[in-house]
């Protein structure tokens, strides 16, 4: 059981990424899933969420506009696609829920993590 994300990689300013979240050993239908980064020296940072339906989702301030969550159920895989990405955009990215699952977004308390995977964005 366990979420595993992807996608990352070392690009330039302006240029695109798209991370996966790809959830093994159970079902994301009823899962709300969130997107946190963290870079050296900072805190933890909620940057997306998405509610179980698709229906409801968050961003934080410093990436709205640019990055957009998504869902694909059949798949059982959450998405970030982030377009313009910035040098301040640089950070470990990690896809997390609840266990047992919230189907609205919560931004905060996650007790479910995948490993992260490495962004960085050079000037």
């Known amino acids: 059981v366990q979420l595993q994300a992807s996608g990352g990689g070392l690009v330039q300013a302006g240029e695109s990424l798209r991370l996966s979240c790809a959830a093994s050993?159970?079902?994301?239908?009823?899962?709300?899933i969130g997107w946190v980064r963290q870079a050296p020296g900072k805190e933890r940072e909620a940057v997306s969420c998405?509610?179980?339906?698709?229906?409801?989702?968050y961003y934080a301030d410093s990436v709205k506009g640019r990055f957009t969550i998504s869902r694909d159920n059949a798949k059982n895989t959450i998405y970030l696609q982030m377009n313009s990405l910035k040098p301040e955009d640089t950070a470990v990215y990690y896809c997390?829920?609840?266990?047992?699952?919230?189907?609205?977004?919560?931004?905060?308390?996650?007790?479910?993590w995948g490993q992260g995977t490495q962004v960085t964005v050079s000037s």
């Open positions: 997390a829920t609840h266990k047992p699952p919230r189907r609205l977004c919560t931004r905060s308390n996650y007790d479910f």
């Open positions: 998405i509610s179980s339906s698709g229906g409801s989702t």
């Open positions: 050993g159970f079902s994301l239908d009823a899962y709300s």
